[in-house]
């Protein structure tokens, strides 16, 4: 592609979010018939909830522990989400990534991942069965905001704590140039998230594809400088990854619609509208494959997965989130989405490990996650900010994405692809109903649904 267009598709991604964001609403966007009604009063949910989420049961946590990768919460505030929901201005997004502080690391002799602070390569390798000697030669942009100096410092010590190969790593400016690189946010400002964003992105992508080269491309703000730098990845990779949402708004006309695998997180507020929840875009466009998010458990060497949904735990300073789906407001319905329930763009289309209780373990010397010396800089994040970067990961490892027309092909063909049958991303009292209609949309259950799309890879042969 020529450069005019990328920049053609950054300015029509400004004008766009422009039109359609709605200053002071956060992630809320008016409702359509597909939708269902408005938020209206939320004490009037709040009366009916008992009986809506007892008819919609998030699945049960009972018997499971750290043998399972369960990691029980052991005091209050034991996550945080990396970048606060907030009333989110026009043009802005938000990442996804949920960050636990209450897990002590246990150092390993041989200077590896600590144990007890989350999922190692080497667990998500398995979980989804990646053949991880694959990926040599394919490049992962990463897109995310603000600067993060010491990333590749950091980086490179979560590879090495893992034994993973040694490959290209670059971290580049919005522009895709070496210098000026954007500030680092202060530690107490509410952008500083975006530094936990990082690490997770990077040693997500290294976790799925260690063969993978990484462009990590820092954008010096969350709204117009992330498209820029979105539009700046296309020109570098096939294969970007976009772990953060706003409101929802209509995929621009130069917004590229096949040759590319580019992956976005589909949120972390639920399915339902009183908690900022519902379609989030770039998920609900249908250029980009939206990942949902699950808990991922196991038993010996067998993987179990169901819908993310946390919303019913008070330990993160209040619940700790859900994963997002919808049927979109303002994305019309790609001609290779089967699904008849939701006439619009539905959101999602694949997913993977989100939940807080099953995070990966990354490492960022800029913070202090655990209150041993040995491993303080070990922490566990999750959020369908982790789901993203490692289905990026694997499209790496599929080496196709030259050929994808959005998540066309997974829609077409997802014989081996895991359903996720078990399941919701709403609980009323916290997210109010589901934003839409139609049931499957926030219920998992046989087939395609809106939390988890057709369900968590094994293997990469429908990516």
């Known amino acids: 592609m020529k450069q005019p267009f990328f920049r053609a598709f950054a300015v029509a991604a400004i004008v766009a979010m422009t039109a359609c964001s709605h200053a002071?609403?956060?992630?809320?966007?008016?409702?359509?018939?597909?939708?269902?009604?408005?938020?209206?009063?939320p004490a009037a949910y709040d009366a009916a909830s008992a009986s809506l989420d007892a008819a919609m049961p998030i699945d049960d946590t009972a018997g499971l522990g750290p043998q399972n990768g369960f990691l029980a919460m052991t005091r209050p505030n034991a996550a945080v989400p990396?970048?606060?929901?907030?009333?989110?201005?026009?043009?802005?997004?938000?990442?996804?990534?949920?960050?636990?502080t209450d897990l002590v690391g246990v150092a390993r002799p041989d200077g590896g991942i600590p144990a007890g602070i989350g999922y190692t390569p080497t667990d998500i390798q398995s979980a989804y069965k990646l053949d991880a000697t694959k990926g040599g030669g394919q490049t992962v942009v990463i897109v995310d905001a603000f600067g993060y100096k010491t990333a590749l410092k950091d980086v490179m010590a979560y590879r090495t704590a893992a034994g993973l190969p040694s490959v290209s790593i670059k971290v580049l400016n919005e522009d895709g140039k070496p210098s000026p690189l954007p500030k680092q946010p202060g530690k107490t400002s509410s952008d500083f998230g975006w530094v936990y964003e990082q690490s997770l992105d990077l040693d997500a992508v290294s976790a799925a594809c260690p063969k993978c080269?990484?462009?990590?491309?820092?954008?010096?703000?969350?709204g117009t400088g992330l498209f820029k730098a979105i539009a700046v990845g296309f020109a570098m990779s096939k294969i970007v990854s976009m772990s953060f949402g706003g409101s929802d708004f209509a995929q621009p006309s130069t917004f590229p619609k096949s040759g590319y695998a580019a992956i976005a997180s589909a949120g972390d507020s639920g399915g339902g509208l009183k908690s900022g929840g519902g379609p989030q875009s770039p998920c609900t466009f249908a250029g980009v494959i939206c990942a949902g998010g699950t808990r991922l458990t196991h038993t010996g060497a067998g993987w179990t997965s169901v819908v993310w949904n946390d919303e019913k735990s008070n330990a993160c300073g209040g619940p700790c989130?859900?994963?997002?789906?919808?049927?979109?407001?303002?994305?019309?319905?790609?001609?290779?989405?089967?699904?008849?329930?939701?006439?619009m763009r539905s959101e999602t289309d694949i997913s993977a490990d989100a939940s807080v209780y099953t995070p990966l373990a990354i490492y960022n010397s800029q913070v202090t996650c655990s209150s041993s010396a040995s491993t303080a800089h070990w922490c566990g994040v999750g959020g369908t900010s982790l789901s993203a970067p490692l289905i990026a990961g694997m499209f790496g490892l599929a080496g196709n994405a030259s050929t994808r027309h959005g998540a066309m092909e997974l829609w077409g063909s997802h014989s081996s692809v895991t359903n996720v049958t078990k399941g919701t991303n709403v609980f009323v009292r916290v997210t109010g109903p589901c934003a839409s209609k139609v049931k499957y949309i926030c219920v998992a259950g046989a087939g395609y649904n809106g939390p988890t799309g057709w369900g968590s890879p094994n293997g990469t042969s429908d990516l």
């Not at 002071?24 to 009063?41: C, F, H, I, L, R």
């Not at 080269?213 to 969350?222: E, F, M, P, S, W």
Request: aromatic share 4%; proline share 10%; charged share 15%.
């Open 24 to 41: 002071g609403t956060g992630n809320v966007m008016p409702s359509t018939p597909d939708q269902g009604p408005a938020m209206t009063s």
């Open 82 to 100: 990396a970048c606060p929901p907030h009333a989110l201005r026009p043009m802005e997004m938000r990442c996804f990534a949920w960050v636990r």
């Open 213 to 222: 080269n990484i462009v990590l491309l820092q954008a010096k703000d969350t």
């Open 321 to 343: 989130g859900a994963t997002g789906s919808g049927c979109s407001t303002a994305n019309a319905k790609p001609t290779w989405q089967t699904d008849k329930g939701c006439t």
